[in-house]
Structure formats: C-alpha cells, structure tokens
T-cell receptor, first 114, second 115 residues
C-alpha cells in the first residue's frame, strides 16, 4: 500500500525556473492538501482540494498553482521560482473533511531555489 | 497572529522518564486537537487526538490532556523511549473556520530521548 507518493524527493532550481511537484495517492481520498515547512516552523497550507475539479487557496498560495483533474493526483506548480520558495513541501490526503479525520502525508520534496 | 503555539523548540529526556510537550491556542471555539509526529526525511504521521468534550485521551504510552480554560494542551509520553525521538506537532483542524480537513500547525517541538 503506497499511500501518498511525492516526486521528486529533492530538487535544486534556479531563480525564475518553473517546476511541478507531483503528488499521487492510492487510497481513493477526496481531500488533498499541499503544505510547506520552513526551518523551525510548522507546516503551512498552500492549496487544498475537496475533490476532482475543485481547488482552493490556503494560507500561503502566492507563487503556486494547482490542478486536480483526477482523484488520485494533485500536482503543485511553481511558475517563477524565488529563493523564498526554498522549503520542504508535503502533500497529504484524507478521506473526509471532518475534524476527526486523519491526514496521511507523503515523504516530502526538499526544494532549494538558488 | 499564531493561533497555535508550541513555545518549546526542543526537549531532552532520559529513556524511561516522562516527556511532556506543550501547546497553546488562541481561540476558545476550537473543538478538536491533534498531535502529529515527524521523523527526519519523512512526512508527519498522526499520533493522537482529543475532542473538547474530553479533558484526557490515552493511547498506550501517549496521553493528551486538554485544559480548555487555559487554552492549553499537553502530550505526555510515559515511559519515553529512544524511538520516540522526533518532532511533535500540535495541530488544529478548523482554525480557519470551515474545516475541510485543513490543519493549522504549531511550530513543533524536537524531542530527543537519550538511552
């Protein structure tokens, strides 16, 4: 059971480059999320989705875009990379939006923008 | 304005002793609280939760206590084991209003358990 799979695990980008962080889950979860974690900080929500075709902004959406064309996949797009986007990115999923629902996280993508 | 705060960046404990991790929140309307555990190079994993209708929830060596009047919760690990060494995050699922499963995290506390 793979759970939530993120690719790549590591990436170095130059300022102004673009990339897509991939996230896939095999648990048939409707809810998916992207978080970023900066050093010494908690995770902050970038975008989330409550089902295929439905996405919405989280706390820190600037500089990012998402799409959700299937239940399984929730890619995160960085269009013009900036040093402030150097962070560890986590994708997560859950089967419902209830407060008691456990979220399952991927292993993370460590991104450095130079 | 941080809605969830973990004021201790790190905690060092001897194996077999109790570890106590603390979390404070700002809004008395919050009604559900979670703890996540994170090992290096891995994503967070759910550990334990508590509803505001309770003041204690226990799962094996892990117990979470909720003090609603103080807007404070704590995670107790007894006895602590070296494998418990990780970062522990307090999280609230509806800090921004409607939940949709969105989580607001504290900054985390790095727990180190020495053999």
């Amino acid at each position: 059971n793979a759970g939530v799979t993120q690719t790549p695990k590591f990436r170095i980008l130059k300022i102004g480059q673009s990339m897509t962080l991939q996230c896939a889950q095999d648990m048939n979860h409707n809810y998916m999320y992207w978080y970023r974690q900066d050093p010494g900080m908690g995770l902050k929500l970038i975008y989330y989705s409550v089902g295929a075709g439905i996405t919405d902004k989280g706390e820190v959406p600037n500089g990012y875009n998402v799409s959700r064309s299937t239940t399984e996949d929730f890619p995160l797009r960085l269009e013009l990379a900036a040093p402030s986007q150097t962070s560890v990115y986590f994708c997560a999923s859950s089967y419902s939006g209830l407060v008691s629902t456990e979220a399952f996280f991927g292993q993370g993508t460590r991104l450095t923008v130079v | 304005d941080q809605q969830v705060k973990q004021n201790s960046p790190s905690l060092s404990v001897q194996e077999g002793r109790i570890s106590i991790l603390n979390c404070d929140y700002t809004n008395s309307m919050f009604d559900y609280f979670l703890w996540y555990k994170k090992y290096p190079a891995e994503g967070p994993t759910f550990l334990i939760s508590i509803s505001s209708i309770k003041d204690k929830n226990e799962d094996g060596r892990f117990t979470v206590f909720l003090n609603k009047s103080a807007k404070h919760l704590s995670l107790h690990i007894v006895p602590s084991q070296p494998g418990d060494s990780a970062v522990y995050f307090c999280a609230i699922p509806n800090a921004g209003g409607t939940s949709y499963g969105k989580l607001t995290f504290g900054q985390g506390t790095i727990l180190t358990v020495h053999p």
